[in-house]
């Protein structure tokens, strides 16, 4: 029998049992298209606020100890045969919004970090504003890096934003504007119409 979850810090329609938790948990490493660690996965859900550290802490905890889910040499959470059968049948036992939602902040989070992996952006405090720094990387090499000054920490956050939503939109639009490229310039222009309009 499960029993009921303590929900301080979760907001209105959080999961209210732990074997909801537990079921969460399993669909989660299930639906992932790369593995995570704990930590990750414990960031992920915590995002939502449809569950309770505590809970959280201490579901996973369960599931490790009866093998639903394994740690792997580089303690990626894996499923184990048990962890699989939880998810394949008790996935649509959750309610749908709460479903969709820790899929799309951990789609978000995986999406983030490969572009963490491709790009260096820092900013930092200067005398008359801020400077910000930029590199996109392709595996070891260095494809672009600059540095220029953003007048506010909240324009070098929408800066950042922006270009981890579409790095390669970016790069390209840089390339277009540096090498004078009329039809690139089209192109980057045509692009950033969609984008904008969500076409």
């Known amino acids: 029998m499960s029993s009921k979850a303590f929900t301080e810090g979760t907001e209105h329609g959080g999961l209210t049992t732990d074997f909801e938790i537990k079921i969460l948990i399993c669909c989660m490493v299930n639906h992932l298209s790369e593995p995570v660690t704990q930590q990750e996965l414990t960031k992920i859900l915590l995002e939502t606020e ?29 499923l184990g045969k048990l962890g699989l059968q939880t998810a394949s049948e008790f996935e649509k036992s959750l309610p749908k919004s709460v479903r969709e939602k820790c899929y799309k902040v951990a789609d978000r989070f995986l999406h983030y970090r490969r572009i963490e992996n491709e790009i260096d952006i820092n900013y930092s405090k200067v005398e008359d504003g801020w400077e910000f720094s930029l590199e996109l990387k392709d595996h070891a090499s260095s494809l672009f890096s600059c540095k220029m000054f953003i007048p506010t920490e909240k324009d070098c956050q929408k800066l950042k934003e922006r270009i981890y939503n579409s790095p390669t939109h970016i790069y390209k639009g840089l390339l277009a504007v540096l090498m004078g490229s009329k039809y690139e310039m089209t192109d980057y222009l045509n692009e950033e119409e969609n984008l904008r309009t969500g076409e």
């Open 50 to 78: 449809l569950v309770n550290y505590f809970e959280l802490a201490s579901a996973i905890s369960e599931l490790l100890s009866a093998k639903h889910i394994t740690l792997d040499e580089n303690n990626f959470m894996l």
